[in-house]
């Protein structure tokens, strides 16, 4: 057990997907693994280990922001043994050509700041998703004809952004989306030498202003989900 994860020694995966909100990690589990068990609950931050295809699973809610996924990545990784981790989140796009619903695979993640940010200094470093996972992740969303889109996405420290005119510059640069955890995540995985991915659906649009339901965020990400257990186990 650790400080916020109550999981004992062996009831986490090697490989972890991990959603911000802990009630899509139930989803996901109870629809995509078999035998999934319940093997955290502190603070509420659910999480499931069960098989896919044979193969062991965890499905960890990591809550929302960079400190909150260094906290538990950080664990997983360090404590557990996680090796592979992808996150698989709800985005915002800065993009026309990313439409509403399509899925983002995330390249490289911006950020002004992040809990590493002390480590680096005066450095900007580019943290980067495992290309392993990258290329499997894409292979498979060409398998099964699912839209996809690679590129660079913007993780922000705040959900309410007051800096439009951040916002035209990513969207002139041509970064994909925002979100708020990937950064870190990418960050961490290097660190500490396992793999990391982010793998986004698009739940609102920045140029368009159209956002899906609350509803439709919890549980309207299967094609995500796939991708994910494909690109890691498949």
Same mark, same amino acid.
């Given at each position: 057990?650790?400080?916020? =994860?109550?999981?004992?020694?062996?009831?986490?995966?090697?490989?972890?997907?991990?959603?911000?909100?802990?009630?899509?990690?139930?989803?996901?589990?109870?629809?995509?693994?078999?035998?999934?068990?319940?093997?955290?609950?502190?603070?509420?931050?659910?999480?499931?280990?069960?098989?896919?295809?044979?193969?062991?699973?965890?499905?960890?809610?990591?809550?929302?922001?960079?400190?909150?996924?260094?906290?538990?990545?950080?664990?997983?990784?360090?404590?557990?043994?996680?090796?592979?981790?992808?996150?698989?989140?709800?985005?915002?796009?800065?993009?026309?050509?990313?439409?509403?619903?399509? =899925?983002?695979?995330?390249?490289?993640?911006?950020?002004?700041?992040?809990?590493?940010?002390?480590?680096?200094?005066?450095?900007?470093?580019?943290?980067?998703?495992?290309?392993?996972?990258?290329?499997?992740?894409?292979?498979?969303?060409?398998?099964?004809?699912?839209?996809?889109?690679?590129?660079?996405?913007?993780?922000?420290?705040?959900?309410?952004?007051?800096?439009?005119?951040?916002?035209?510059?990513?969207?002139?640069?041509?970064?994909?989306?925002?979100?708020?955890?990937?950064?870190?995540?990418?960050?961490?995985?290097?660190?500490?030498?396992?793999?990391?991915?982010?793998?986004?659906?698009?739940?609102?649009?920045?140029?368009?202003?159209?956002?899906?339901?609350?509803?439709?965020?919890?549980?309207?990400?299967?094609?995500?989900?796939?991708?994910?257990?494909?690109?890691?186990?498949?």
């Amino acid at each position: 057990m650790t400080i916020h =994860i109550g999981a004992k020694p062996g009831e986490i995966a090697e490989t972890v997907l991990m959603p911000g909100d802990p009630y899509r990690a139930r989803w996901a589990a109870e629809r995509f693994l078999t035998d999934a068990r319940l093997v955290n609950e502190v603070r509420g931050m659910l999480g499931y280990t069960g098989l896919w295809r044979g193969r062991p699973v965890t499905i960890q809610g990591s809550g929302m922001g960079m400190p909150s996924m260094s906290i538990y990545a950080g664990e997983l990784i360090r404590d557990y043994g996680a090796r592979t981790i992808i996150r698989i989140g709800s985005a915002g796009s800065f993009q026309p050509q990313v439409k509403l619903r399509e =899925i983002v695979l995330a390249m490289t993640a911006s950020t002004l700041t992040s809990p590493s940010r002390g480590i680096w200094r005066e450095m900007n470093y580019a943290p980067c998703a495992d290309f392993g996972l990258l290329s499997a992740a894409h292979a498979a969303a060409q398998r099964k004809g699912v839209t996809v889109h690679v590129g660079g996405i913007y993780s922000s420290d705040v959900f309410y952004d007051e800096r439009p005119d951040l916002w035209e510059q990513l969207t002139r640069h041509g970064v994909l989306c925002v979100e708020m955890e990937t950064a870190e995540l990418y960050t961490l995985a290097a660190r500490h030498g396992a793999r990391a991915l982010a793998i986004l659906t698009m739940s609102d649009h920045l140029v368009t202003h159209e956002a899906m339901t609350s509803a439709e965020r919890e549980t309207g990400f299967g094609a995500m989900v796939e991708l994910a257990l494909e690109a890691a186990l498949g």
